[in-house]
């Protein structure tokens, strides 16, 4: 494998998003917005700053919302999404005749979002302090931080195998993935990841059930971690449960990807 | 290596859903989806040489495309063996794809919202392409087919024609040893077209590279095929040279005149089949071996403003092929 390949199709995917501008800036503007939202319906709730609520304080709960522009920037932009239409409309074709590896390519287009994104992410939440001037919970504890990291590159890597097995519908439903793809980004991800809120507001038994879903370590999992809400044991129980949903992933995604590409009729020209 | 490629008892189906008209047929085709296997290829063979360019002909969905899709590795093959360069193509191995290029004619791989320099760079790093081979073949193909100056502008901004030129030269900076063609020229103006052609030949020449190449276009076959494969419904039907094919099948040829004022019918027809009528436009055809003598004739004895000769379209002799002329003796090389 040769990294300057993928260098190359860093730089192109970077570039291109340029090319969609208006579509960009909108789509942050949709980021801010829902932070807004998520904002001011807590702080409402935490006005009095001694209220505690499901463990969160005001700080924590306002921390645990910036938190959330970053994580969404970080592990829910990709370029990935696209890879439905490119079968059905049998694109495909033009990235599986060159020599190079579909997955790692779809990832490094997804990394160049992530880091379009992750940038503008950085500029509007010193914006929104600013404005807002929330108080904040920085975490100190080094171990936290580590762990915090490593999270991180699971989640990323959760997302991309979610992400990349809902884009192959359209090898047995042509139609699908649209559908498909507003379920799983839309309405699955971000409730049962604690994009809109924090998952401790369900009830106890659905919160184990999540547990051993992937969602929750896409984001809230990550967060309750920098937040220091859970003990360090837990902490690693939960690094351990995302290694291994990356490996069920990887696996179910290497078999469903043989399995498409043996129906795939290059259609489309 | 003796064979570029070897093409052995390939047969390849497809599933389909069968979907029927209207409302109905939609709401039917979600409650019980009927399934129809479409046989595409239908146990073919065929070799070729290192070096060769070959025409591969037929009607639309006889299996032409579908047959270069299994070979440059996009389909996988139901049944019979394949082989390219010595690589089994569905493994898509790197050095395999390295080697190889599949152009079609509607297909776009340049990205459409940057300039063609972009995916030119991208295709650099991707093939891994030493800088200075690359500086050499961009110049050598942009000033072949003329498209020096569209370099830096978007793509979404190119006619059809530069496009298509722009998306060979994206095919072949890395020099494919193996070139599939699925119609490239389509959509091409004339000139363009002749263009296109030359740069075909040129290539095929300079490179020593295979060419396999479908269709529909006479000249195309013409100036390019030495050799034709005719299928028609999964089937080679005809395996050969090309003027084999032509003498066999197209036995006239077609005269088109333009007259300068009205003159009797009858007359014309004693030098040919008139086979359509448009004043002052007159098409007639008339046997190969008399093509000379009649244009001749014609133009000594009429007022003939304008003469053209041209061969009986392929798709012609490919339908009298198609008739069943062809099928009882299937011609092998």
Redesign the interface.
């Known amino acids: 494998m040769?990294l300057?390949?993928y260098?190359?199709?860093f730089k192109?995917s970077f570039?291109?998003e340029f090319?969609?501008r208006l579509n960009f800036v909108m789509w942050r503007v949709r980021n801010v917005m829902q932070i807004f939202l998520v904002f001011f319906l807590w702080d409402s709730v935490f006005s009095d700053p001694t209220r505690q609520v499901f463990g969160y304080n005001r700080d924590k709960i306002l921390t645990y919302v910036f938190g959330i522009l970053f994580i969404r920037a970080l592990v829910f932009s990709a370029r990935a999404v696209d890879i439905a239409g490119e079968i059905s409309r049998g694109d495909l074709?033009?990235v599986?005749?060159?020599?190079?590896n579909y997955f790692r390519y779809w990832f490094t287009r997804d990394l160049s979002s992530k880091a379009l994104n992750l940038c503008f992410a950085v500029i509007e939440a010193a914006i929104l302090f600013l404005i807002l001037k929330p108080p904040f919970f920085l975490q100190t504890d080094f171990r936290i931080l580590i762990l915090f990291a490593v999270l991180l590159v699971f989640a990323v890597l959760i997302f991309f195998g979610l992400l990349l097995l809902i884009n192959m519908t359209p090898f047995w439903a042509p139609e699908s993935g649209w559908a498909a793809q507003f379920l799983f980004m839309g309405i699955i991800t971000e409730f049962l990841s604690g994009a809109v809120f924090p998952l401790d507001i369900f009830p106890a038994t659905i919160q184990k059930v999540l547990q051993f879903s992937p969602f929750p370590y896409l984001l809230f999992f990550p967060l309750q971690t920098y937040l220091g809400k859970i003990s360090l044991s837990s902490m690693l129980g939960g690094v351990l449960a995302s290694a291994v949903w990356v490996i069920i992933l990887i696996l179910t995604l290497n078999y469903v990807w043989a399995k498409g590409?043996?129906r795939?009729?290059?259609e489309g020209? | 290596m003796d064979r570029a490629i070897i093409v052995d008892h390939l047969v390849k189906n497809?599933e389909v859903t069968v979907k029927g008209p209207g409302l109905r047929g939609a709401i039917s085709s979600i409650i019980s989806p009927k399934r129809k296997v479409v046989r595409a290829l239908k146990n073919i063979s065929f070799t070729i040489q290192p070096g060769e360019l070959v025409g591969f002909i037929g009607p639309n969905g006889a299996g032409k495309?579908t047959t270069l899709?299994i070979l440059?590795?996009?389909?996988?093959p139901t049944s019979g063996f394949t082989q390219v360069l010595e690589f089994d193509p569905w493994d898509?191995r790197?050095?395999f794809?390295?080697q190889?290029?599949?152009v079609?004619?509607?297909?776009?791989?340049l990205?459409w919202?940057?300039p063609a320099i972009?995916?030119f760079?991208?295709?650099?790093?991707?093939?891994?392409i030493p800088k200075r081979d690359y500086e050499e073949t961009l110049k050598e193909l942009t000033e072949l087919l003329q498209v020096e100056k569209l370099l830096n502008i978007q793509v979404r901004r190119l006619s059809l024609g530069q496009r298509m030129k722009l998306e060979l030269v994206a095919a072949l900076l890395h020099k494919p040893k193996i070139l599939f063609l699925?119609e490239p020229t389509i959509g091409l103006d004339l000139i363009a077209q002749e263009k296109m052609r030359e740069f075909i030949y040129e290539y095929n020449k300079r490179n020593g590279a295979s060419i396999l190449l479908t269709s529909h276009n006479m000249d195309d076959l013409i100036n390019l095929a030495r050799r034709v494969i005719v299928i028609d419904e999964g089937r080679i039907v005809f395996d050969g040279a090309l003027e084999e094919l032509v003498n066999r099948f197209a036995k006239e040829k077609i005269i088109k005149i333009f007259l300068s004022e009205e003159v009797d019918i009858k007359r014309i027809e004693a030098i040919g089949k008139v086979k359509k009528i448009a004043f002052p436009e007159v098409v007639l055809s008339v046997p190969r071996s008399a093509t000379a003598v009649a244009a001749a004739e014609l133009l000594q004895n009429f007022p003939v403003e304008d003469l053209t000769i041209e061969e009986v379209p392929v798709e012609e002799i490919v339908r009298k092929v198609f008739r069943g002329e062809m099928r009882s003796r299937v011609l092998k090389k």
């Open positions: 040769s300057s390949k260098i190359s199709v192109i570039v291109q090319a969609y074709t033009n599986l005749l060159k020599p190079i590409m043996r795939y009729a290059a020209r | 497809f495309t899709k440059s590795g996009l389909l996988y898509r790197p050095e794809l390295k190889i290029s599949l079609m004619g509607q297909k776009n791989q990205w919202d940057l972009e995916t760079e991208l295709n650099r790093a991707i093939y891994e699925d």
